[in-house]
């Protein structure tokens, strides 16, 4: 399968700094989506970026995608202890395909 | 309030013993599937289905099934649940089959199998 995998696999930073993470699949996609998920909760779907596009914002969420790279990354500017969670992206191709998740990245933010 | 809804949220049973998950979605979605996440293996996709009566293998499907009888409920069956298949279980919709439309998970089921 085209699972993406993030990178690195656990963050840790101090509240109001930047985190940056890193997502990079194998095949050709359609979409890439980023999720969180707190400890143990259901994930909640954060932004999606085709891959006809190359940068997207949202709030404090910045994503950009590679497709010549088949990489993407998650930025999160000014940090909150809030924003601890993990962060999975998923992509799918085209067609009738299943969306698929990689293993995720654990973010520590310390107040 | 859109949601989907799994039940139960906790689940401990012994081996052998068959179980269903249910779950449903109050969106009008094709598209539902079903997770399994553990350890150090993020989340896995058991079956998923592309609408009423449409259903197909995930990744993982060994020994478990389902059934997709109406558009709004997907339940996950354990004919013979074994302790490996202790883990935590989600479900998903979403309103595309071709993608490019966002998932919305449930809260999760927790099952532990002795």
């Known amino acids: 399968s085209q699972q993406g995998e993030e990178d690195p696999q656990a963050l840790s930073i101090q509240e109001g700094e930047n985190a940056t993470m890193n997502c990079s699949y194998k095949?050709?996609?359609?979409?890439l989506q980023w999720y969180r998920q707190n400890s143990g909760r259901g994930l909640v779907h954060l932004i999606l970026?085709?891959?006809?596009?190359r940068e997207k914002h949202s709030g404090r969420l910045r994503v950009t995608l590679d497709t010549s790279k088949k990489s993407s990354s998650l930025l999160i500017t000014a940090s909150r202890a809030a924003d601890t969670a993990s962060y999975f992206c998923a992509t799918d191709a085209r067609g009738n395909t299943p969306l698929v998740f990689g293993k995720g990245t654990r973010l520590s933010v310390i107040a | 309030e859109a949601q989907v809804t799994q039940n139960p949220r906790y689940l401990i049973t012994v081996t052998g013993k068959k179980l269903t998950v249910t779950c449903s979605q109050n969106m009008n979605h094709e598209y539902m599937s079903w997770y399994r996440q553990d350890p150090g293996l993020g989340l896995r996709q058991i079956y998923y289905s592309m609408n009423v009566e449409a259903t197909d293998k995930g990744d993982v499907p060994e020994g478990y099934k389902v059934s997709r009888k109406e558009k709004r409920n997907f339940p996950l069956i354990l004919e013979s649940p074994s302790p490996n298949q202790t883990s935590l279980y989600f479900c998903?919709?979403?309103?595309?089959?071709?993608?490019?439309?966002?998932?919305?998970f449930g809260q999760g089921t927790r099952l532990t199998v002795v």
């Open positions: 095949t050709s996609i359609n979409n």
């Open positions: 998903a919709s979403s309103l595309s089959t071709t993608g490019g439309t966002e998932a919305f």
């Open positions: 970026i085709r891959s006809n596009e």
